[in-house]
C-alpha cells in the first residue's frame, strides 16, 4: 500500500517568498544607494550644501575694553559751510573675545577671513582698498584656534566652541574709524565633497563701540592716520571732541 504524500504546510511557503522579497528588496536598496553616491553631486547641489553647512556656524563678539583718540579728517559741509579739517573721535584699541561654534562639522580649504569694518565705511577717501580695521589681523587670530581634519585642512567641530582673545590697535596700515555700530564680517570656503565651493558670506555681527564721555583725548598727527568714515556725518552726529594735545 502506497504512503500518502507529505504536502508542505502553505505557512512556510509564505515565509520563504516574504524573505526572498525582503532579501531582493535589501539588496537593490544598497545597489541603489551605491549607484546615487557614486553620481558626484552639481555645482549648485554642492552650493546648497555649503550653505546649509555654514548656516549652522555661529559667531558672538564680545567687547572686552576700548579705548578712544582725535583725529583731524576733511568734512564737506556744503556751499555755506565749505570743506575744512575737523576733529573727529577714532577708536585706538580694541579688545574682543570672540566665540565660534558650529552645530556640524565642517573643513575649509583656507582659514575664514575675518575683517573689523566701521561706520561709513569709504576706504577710497584714504587711499586704501582694505577696508578692515585693527592689527594684528583678526583672522590670523581665529585660524591659529581652528581643529584640523584628517587631511589637514582648518576645520570647525560640531559642538566644540572656539574663544578668540583679540587684543588689536589700530596700527599704521590700515583703515581708522569712528565709534559706534561697526560690523564683524566672515568669509568662509567650506569643503564640500573633499573640494572647495568658493567663498561665501556668513551674516554680518554688529558689534556697538560708544563714543559717549567728556575726557580729552590725544590727537594724533595728521600724517598717521586713515580716516575712511564719513567725517561730515560724524562730526555732526558725535560732536568735536575734547583733546590734549594741539
Not at 579728517?73 to 576733529?87: S, T
Not at 582673545?165 to 561697526?182: H, I, K, M, T
Not at 590727537?219 to 590734549?244: F, H, K, N
Request: charged share 20%; net charge negative.
Amino acid at each position: 500500500m502506497t504512503a500518502p504524500k507529505t504536502r508542505e504546510p502553505l505557512a512556510s511557503n509564505r515565509t520563504l517568498r516574504i524573505i526572498t522579497l525582503l532579501l531582493i528588496l535589501l539588496i537593490g536598496g544598497l545597489g541603489l544607494r551605491a549607484l546615487t553616491a557614486s553620481v558626484p553631486r552639481s555645482p549648485e547641489q554642492r552650493q546648497e550644501a555649503a550653505r546649509d553647512v555654514l548656516s549652522g556656524v555661529r559667531v558672538a563678539a564680545t567687547v572686552v575694553v576700548s579705548s578712544l583718540a582725535a583725529a583731524s579728517a576733511i568734512a564737506d559741509f556744503g556751499i555755506e559751510g565749505g570743506v575744512r579739517l575737523v576733529r573727529v573721535r577714532i577708536i585706538d584699541e580694541l579688545h574682543l573675545e570672540l566665540r565660534i561654534e558650529t552645530a556640524r562639522d565642517v573643513a575649509f580649504a583656507s582659514p575664514p577671513e575675518v575683517c573689523l569694518v566701521g561706520p561709513y565705511s569709504a576706504p577710497d577717501d584714504a587711499g586704501l582698498s582694505d577696508r578692515c580695521w585693527g592689527e594684528p589681523d583678526l583672522g590670523a587670530l581665529v585660524a591659529a584656534k581652528l581643529a584640523t581634519d584628517g587631511a589637514g585642512h582648518p576645520a570647525l567641530q560640531a559642538h566644540r566652541s572656539i574663544v578668540v582673545d583679540a587684543p588689536l590697535r589700530r596700527g599704521q596700515v590700515r583703515c581708522d574709524y569712528p565709534p559706534g555700530d561697526w560690523r564683524l564680517e566672515v568669509v568662509a570656503n567650506p569643503l564640500i565633497d573633499g573640494s572647495a565651493v568658493g567663498a561665501m558670506d556668513l551674516p554680518d555681527l554688529v558689534v556697538q563701540l560708544p563714543y559717549q564721555g567728556t575726557t580729552a583725548l590725544p590727537l594724533l598727527p595728521i600724517d598717521q592716520t586713515r580716516y575712511c568714515g564719513l567725517a561730515t556725518v560724524v562730526y555732526l552726529e558725535q560732536g568735536e571732541p575734547r583733546v590734549s594735545s594741539p
